[in-house]
Every structure is written in C-alpha cells, then in structure tokens.
C-alpha cells in the first residue's frame, strides 16, 4: 500500500473508533475535548489530537490508529492493516460535552493565567465546594492556600497547582460540582501539600484525596502530600523519582483501592526499588480518599444526631 493510501485510511478511520468496537466506552468525567479518557475495565485510552493519536497513561505505549490495533489486538501491521480497512465509514458516537470550547487565540501563559485567578476565600463558591461538597476541613484548605495551591474556578470548581521541582506552575486539576479536566496546554508533573523537604512521601491519584488523605493524618509532620492528576506523564514519574532518590525518602503509594490504583501503586514500588527507599501501600477505606472522608463526616453526622435522639434521664423527686 502507497504512502498517501495509508494517509488516507489513517485520515478516516480515528482511534475513537477502533475503541468503540473494542467495546471501550468514554469516561466524560475525566474528559476534555483535546484529551478523552475510554475505559475499559482496568484498561485505559487516552485519545489525542482530534483521533489521530492515543497514549496508555499506565504504560508507555503511543502512537497512530495502527499502532492502536497492534497494542489491543497484540497483532502485526499486516493484520492491523486489514482491520482498520474494515472500519472505514463507521461514525464513532461523540460525547456530550458540559461546557463549551474555549478560544485559544491571545491565550495568557499556563503561570500567567493561574495568577489571573483569586484564591479561594471564606464563603466563595469554591470554598462550599470544598468544604461542603468535598467534606475537607477548614485547616486543610487554609494549609493548601498558604502553599499556594488553589484557586477559583470557574462556576464554584476549584484548581489545584500541579507544579515542577523548582514551585513552577505547570497547570492545575480542575474540579467541580459538574466539571473535572485539567488545564488545557497545561502539563500534570505534582500537586503538592506540606512541608517540600518531607521524608514521607503520599503519592494519591487527585488533588482532592491528597487533601482528604492529609485530613485523616492530621497533616501528619515530616509527611508530603502529593496528586499525579490521575495520570502518569513522564514528567510525573521523573519528579516522583526525584523526590525518592531524596536521603531517608519513604514512598508511600496512597492510590485508589481499584485496580488503577494497584497499578499506580505497582510503579512506585518500582521506583523505590530504584532508588533504594522504604514503600509502604496505604489502601483508603473506601474507593479513594474522598470518598472515604465524606462517609466518616455522614457516620459522625448520624452519631451526634442519634445523642440528640436519647431521652433524657431525669431524677425523681422525693416527696
């Protein structure tokens, strides 16, 4: 086959599509319009550049719709070939986005457009988002304002700073009643909270949970509490290996309790392994961190409203 054939083929046939027959279905939560997370039970795609590329954010594996069939399917080009030829005309259906596009002409830069932004402030909308919607505790969202690590969204949803070793903002998490992305242009290196020369290190998967994982601890001293974004860059993992490669560093894997999450938790035991540091796996109580810390808050709730409910013991006069 040409050159210019397979062009063409590559042209009408998007990775969207191979995933749709291959039974993936897309995670709207956790999708923009640049970058849309399918899932497949423990599998995940990543698709880029308007369904031209794809990348496993738990592997190193990339590339075009070709290499896409050759990585599902574990098949040679040949073979790919064939089937990728049988998909030509096939629609992908598209996801229902919840917020229009964004013009990207006269764009600030990724540090200018975070100082745009106010911090959250006491009764924002950002603000009763984390604490009522998230359950995060006043001193935790202080602590995470005083390192400089949130801001306001928009509509009440809140950023969080993901920033490189020299405290450089590279792009932040965002996070919602009805959103939840990551900036667009920006990059996921670390979000971090705590003291930056802590031993302990909380590798979690959201900046929500390494706040709800700080709030269980207590902002436990000498402990740094960290969020990949729920990806795996290589910037990520270069950080990550940074902080571990640190004298008496303690990588302590604080993931999902899924299957993600073991497999996250998988590569830092890895990287421990490298660099010759203590790994611990710490398990949340329930999906993830946050989850977690909303059930203690309704368990607490239901204590303090069951007190309320006894009667009152009263003592009997006597005549």
Known sequence: ?????????????????????????????????????YRRGAEIVIVIHEGRGWFDPLSDAKGDVFR????????????????????????PKEPVWTRPARKSASRSSIPERWE??????????????????????????RAALESDALREGPYGSMWAAHVDADGGVTGWEERGPDW???????????????????????????????????????????????STGGGWSPATEAAVRRLAAC???????????????ETFAARMRDIAEDAGCNWFRLTP???DWNEALQERKGQEKEKRESRR???????????
Not at 75 to 87: K, P, Q, T, Y
């Open 180 to 226: 939840r992305g990551f900036s667009t242009e920006g990059s996921k290196v670390l979000f971090r909270l705590g003291s930056l020369d802590s031993s302990r290190l909380c590798v979690t998967e959201a900046a929500i949970d390494a706040m709800s994982l700080a709030a269980f601890e207590g902002l436990r001293e000498g402990s740094l509490y960290l």
């Open 285 to 287: 109580p329930a999906e």
């Open 116 to 141: 745009q932004r106010r911090k959250p402030w006491r009764g924002s909308m950002t603000w009763r988002y984390l604490r009522d919607g998230r359950c995060l505790p006043e001193t935790i969202v």
């Open 68 to 91: 896409l069939v050759e990585h599902l399917d574990g098949v040679l080009f040949v073979e790919a070939l064939d089937r990728i030829a049988s998909l030509v005309g096939f629609v």
């Open 1 to 37: 086959m040409e050159k210019n054939e397979l062009e063409e083929m590559r042209d009408r046939v998007p990775c969207t599509v191979v995933l749709e027959q291959a039974g993936f279905a897309v995670d709207v939560n956790e999708s923009t319009r640049k970058a849309v997370k």
């Open 309 to 319: 409910d006894l009667p009152h013991t009263r003592r009997s006069r006597q005549g």
């Open 247 to 261: 004298p008496g560093a303690e990588l302590v894997a604080a993931t999902d309790a899924n299957s993600q999450g």
